[in-house]
């Protein structure tokens, strides 16, 4: 079964600090690398996503690095704001289903950034 | 522009019990997506359809149906509830399938099964 796993589970930051969230997949059949911003009582909204050809893609304080080799892509968040407090999800569109949409979630990093 | 809405917001179920949780997207997108939200275990594809009268398996479809008569509306059956089916259920769509297309979820769904 095509995985990919999040880490940590929970993150606390101060305000200003770099938030790293990494995620990790077993096989090499994915296509595409979404993350997603879920705030409580609401359905994740895309963040920023990346292409497997890419090493590394920014967008203003939320930057994505794709590790092909190492089977490994991670979100950094800079100058983290309580704004950004939230749960954070990676994903991936596993290869042949470029044709449905479908995604793989993590398991979620629950994101808290102290004032 | 309303995007995707679900309903109900919030649903108590008893064991044996079945209902339909609703789902309208007003973007007019050809795909649609049912998945459920576990605790720690992020977001599981339940059913998709990828246009009005095409509908097709996910992960996790065991304990439900879906039906895809317009493009607008994608609802979701649980027959014969069980607590195994407490959740959190987001309904999502997108215009198409291309990497890079946005998938729009809804605000969820809180079931409880008891």
């Known amino acids: 079964q095509q995985q990919v796993k999040q880490s940590p589970q929970s993150l606390i930051v101060q305000k200003g600090g770099i938030s790293i969230i990494n995620c990790a997949y077993e096989?090499?059949?994915?296509?595409?690398f979404p993350w997603y911003q879920q705030f409580p009582g609401k359905g994740p909204a895309l963040l920023i996503a990346i292409r497997p050809d890419v090493s590394e893609k920014k967008e203003g304080r939320f930057t994505i690095s794709f590790n092909k080799s190492a089977k490994q892509f991670s979100l950094h968040i800079m100058d983290s704001q309580p704004g950004d407090s939230a749960t954070y999800f990676c994903a991936a569109i596993p290869h042949g289903s470029s044709n449905t949409g479908k995604l793989i979630f993590g398991q979620g990093t629950t994101l808290q950034v102290k004032p | 522009n309303a995007g995707v809405t679900q309903t109900p917001k919030f649903r108590i179920l008893k064991i044996g019990q079945s209902m339909t949780l609703q789902c309208t997207q007003d973007m007019n997108h050809n795909y649609m997506y049912w998945y459920r939200q576990d605790p720690g275990m992020g977001l599981k594809l339940i059913y998709y359809?990828?246009?009005?009268?095409?509908?097709d398996k996910g992960e996790v479809p065991n304990g439900y149906n879906v039906s895809r008569s317009t493009t607008e509306d994608f609802p979701l059956r649980l027959e014969l509830a069980a607590p195994s089916q407490t959740s959190v259920y987001f309904c999502?769509?997108?215009?198409?399938?291309?990497?890079?297309?946005?998938?729009?979820f809804g605000e969820g769904s809180w079931l409880t099964v008891v």
């Open positions: 359809s990828v246009g009005a009268g095409i509908t």
């Open positions: 096989n090499t059949a994915f296509d595409y």
């Open positions: 999502a769509s997108s215009y198409s399938a291309d990497r890079g297309n946005t998938i729009y």
